[in-house]
């Protein structure tokens, strides 16, 4: 199957006063068309750092992509100028944020945000952009949508904020769509919604996902692929099925066994010790090996970090002992 996203040896650090944050070191994977993509790892080990870097937002100074290569259909997007990027971002390559009451404008109507976006890429007059902005909320699920139009964020719920979210992401048809946290902060019942949603929308318009998250119950019913990052690197790589039935590296065990079990009564459930460690100063060898339960002290371990290899086909991971 044709790779949509395909990223090569990714490099993104951040030049701070304390010292240089290598936010993403070495991340390579690809996302095929009209398929799923998971990110998953917990939080700062470089999951929304890695989608800024295919978005090309990372902030500089202080952040720079340092090394690597972002293809989109066969297109380098780290050689485009930010003209040509423009032309890229939210019309090929649509995002929605952790967050949409930041990501939001508070001072501008709905309409307005969807539209602007509309005219710049799909360069249609006020008329019509108006009228489709008025169709892609429908198409999302906002009841009334010729009423909604003119409302502003904050007379959203969470919901319907996230669902505005995902109509100015799709109101130009992309062909991928990076969903950051899309569920963050929303009930169970929402989040259901705004899943399907998404499935819905990726069967409609034959797009691709890659979905950023650290809940593997959402990667174990949604995804084709996965990766487990792991301070700033991937750990293991490999189609959803077969990780979750036969995780190899350490770190995605202890994620899965962390996880309660249906009909299991526990008076506490599994947890991995430790923390993840602080990115200005990683441990030597394997960044996991203080937490590992199977390192044993190995020299490998402790002072060469392990690259990710197909340890079965189509399956990798980046650990001496397996």
């Not at 100015?168 to 990076?178: F, K, R």
């Not at 090996?289 to 390192?295: A, Q, T």
Request: aromatic fraction near 6%.
């Amino acid at each position: 199957m044709t790779d949509l996203l395909k990223i090569e040896g990714l490099n993104t650090q951040f030049h701070t006063e304390a010292g240089i944050v290598k936010a993403v070191q070495d991340v390579s994977f690809s996302v095929k068309k009209g398929k799923t993509f998971a990110l998953v790892g917990e939080s700062g080990c470089g999951k929304s750092v890695t989608a800024l870097s295919v978005m090309r937002l990372i902030p500089d100074p202080p952040g720079k992509v340092v090394g690597g290569r972002i293809f989109l259909n066969g297109s380098n997007l780290l050689e485009l100028n930010e003209k040509e990027m423009r032309k890229v971002r939210g019309n090929r390559i649509a995002m929605i944020f952790q967050e949409p009451m930041t990501s939001l404008n508070p001072v501008y109507t709905i309409g307005d945000q969807i539209v602007e976006a509309i005219r710049l890429h799909q360069k249609k007059d006020p008329e019509s952009s108006w009228r489709e902005a008025v169709e892609v909320l429908r198409r999302v699920g906002i009841s009334d949508p010729e009423r909604r139009v003119y409302e502003y964020p904050y007379q959203m719920s969470g919901g319907m904020r996230q669902r505005v979210m995902i109509a100015m992401g799709i109101s130009c048809e992309p062909e991928l769509l990076i969903a950051d946290e899309p569920t963050t902060a929303l009930d169970v019942t929402i989040q259901a919604q705004i899943l399907d949603l998404l499935d819905e929308l990726k069967e409609r318009n034959r797009m691709s996902v890659l979905m950023i998250t650290h809940n593997l119950g959402i990667v174990a019913e949604r995804a084709d692929d996965v990766a487990v990052m792991y301070a700033s690197r991937i750990a293991e790589m490999a189609d959803s099925q077969t990780l979750f039935m036969n995780p190899l590296h350490p770190y995605t065990r202890g994620l899965l066994e962390s996880l309660p079990k249906l009909g299991e009564q526990v008076d506490r459930l599994a947890a991995i010790p430790g923390n993840v460690p602080n990115p200005l100063n990683f441990p030597s060898g394997c960044k996991f090996h203080p937490r590992c339960p199977i390192c044993e002290e190995d020299p490998r371990c402790l002072e060469i970090e392990p690259l990710l290899e197909e340890k079965e086909p189509g399956h990798y991971a980046a650990c001496w002992k397996v």
